[in-house]
């Protein structure tokens, strides 16, 4: 045989031999995401779940004075924030990263991934250097929540917070980022699969089939309820009353600037701890957004959503109409005019830019499978020292920021090595 076709068969050889070992590490990984979880109930499942957290001595565990009231406040440190999907929480997440690393506080982090095995019901075992009895400030990551595991993570002063989203537009983001992942979805031929899937959702839609959740009330399966309850189950306003119950705040997706004049109050923080660029967000898609029809279906198909929905939207004005409208306006124009200022020092263009755009790996958003629709930001190049560190830390996105403050997520990084290798 000659030398060269010799030397083009050993590469094609050795070619094989990496392309497998990839494809068997990835068809590893996509059986970890795929077998059912074996807790799925909800039922402790952390064998030392009678070992609850055990603060430093001396440690602070007053509650917080809310509304800046005559007696002071604490700058609040000890937070939940239930990470639900697709209704700004990225952002959120940013902010929390930023007050924590400012102040020193201890993270619970998972373990390998960017999330709490998600969408298996969270565990205390699953956070990262776990230890019976370890006790954390704030807990973030996307996770299926289960009240009892992490309440038993944080002081009893901590402060459980979540966002929610209109179910209708909830559904439509999520139905574009993830419907590359949910197989139901491929079986779609229109060019606009989404009205497609609405016109007859029960003739695509398997409860069981893989990743089906993001699909139906994404909201509920978050929270940890069952997401194909019957609507008029009374156990849906049960669900509902117990997240009013166990929530100090819950923030709307729609009303985001709002909500964290909400937040900062309640926390008693500081303008400058909640100042955000909008992180993670969609280029405009083709296909038009929802209305009329569709919208009304969507909702529908989401009901146990929009219930959720409809009681904290009301409960939200409620808390508004107390704090002031007069002084939640002037907040809010406050918020902006800061946030405008910040854009002007630190963001390049002054605009989020499509991946292709952007210039430094570090601020590359994750992307969606098979489509690079999420849109990042360009770090100015002369930033004055004074804001050089909260420029990059409020335009750092999700996955770089978790590297940097130390979370191992070789899960991840595989995850994105044969996608980077594949081109996916």
């Not at 795929?34 to 603060?55: K, N, Q, R, W, Y």
């Not at 960017?114 to 776990?130: E, G, I, K, W």
């Not at 303008?271 to 569709?294: C, H, I, M, Q, T």
Request: glycine residues 6%; proline residues 6%; charged residues 20%.
């Amino acid at each position: 045989m000659p030398p060269t076709l010799q030397k083009k068969r050993w590469e094609s050889m050795a070619k094989g031999l990496v392309l497998g070992a990839l494809f068997t590490s990835f068809l590893l990984l996509l059986y970890s995401y795929a077998v059912p979880p074996l807790h799925t109930g909800l039922t402790s499942t952390t064998p030392e779940a009678i070992a609850p957290c055990s603060p430093v001595p001396g440690e602070s565990e007053g509650v917080t004075l809310a509304n800046g009231s005559s007696g002071g406040c604490q700058p609040q440190r000890n937070i939940v924030f239930m990470k639900t999907h697709k209704t700004a929480s990225s952002t959120l997440l940013n902010i929390l990263f930023r007050f924590g690393q400012k102040h020193g506080l201890k993270f619970a982090f998972p373990n390998g991934r960017n999330d709490f095995d998600y969408p298996a019901f969270f565990t205390r075992s699953l956070v990262q250097d776990y230890r019976p009895g370890a006790c954390f400030n704030i807990i973030c990551n996307h996770m299926r929540f289960h009240y009892e595991e992490v309440r038993g993570l944080v002081p009893p002063n901590a402060t459980f917070i979540t966002v929610l989203r209109d179910p209708a537009r909830l559904f439509e983001s999520s139905f574009h980022y993830f419907g590359p992942v949910v197989p139901l979805t491929w079986k779609l031929s229109s060019s606009d699969k989404l009205a497609e899937f609405l016109q007859d959702p029960d003739r695509y839609y398997d409860p069981n089939g893989y990743n089906a959740h993001y699909l139906r009330n994404l909201l509920f399966f978050d929270l940890g309820y069952d997401s194909g309850l019957d609507p008029g189950s009374p156990r849906v306003q049960e669900h509902i009353l117990e997240v009013e119950r166990r929530f100090h705040l819950v923030l709307l997706q729609e009303y985001f600037d709002e909500s964290l004049v909400l937040l900062k109050d309640l926390l008693c923080w500081e303008l400058e701890d909640v100042l955000y660029f909008k992180l993670n967000a969609r280029r405009d898609s083709p296909v038009p957004r929802l209305s009329g029809d569709l919208y009304r279906r969507a909702t529908a198909w989401n009901m146990l959503d929009a219930r959720l929905y409809h009681h904290f939207n009301a409960s939200f004005w409620r808390k508004v109409e107390a704090f002031g409208q007069e002084r939640m306006a002037e907040e809010v124009a406050a918020l902006r005019r800061a946030n405008e200022r910040m854009r002007r020092i630190c963001i390049d263009g002054g605009r989020a830019v499509d991946a292709a755009a952007i210039q430094d790996s570090a601020m590359q958003p994750w992307q969606p499978l098979g489509s690079k629709s999420i849109l990042g930001y360009n770090l100015k190049k002369s930033i004055g020292q004074r804001h050089q560190q909260l420029c990059r830390r409020m335009l750092t996105p999700e996955i770089q920021y978790l590297m940097d403050l130390g979370v191992n997520l070789w899960v991840t990084k595989l995850w994105k090595f044969i996608r980077d290798f594949l081109r996916w």
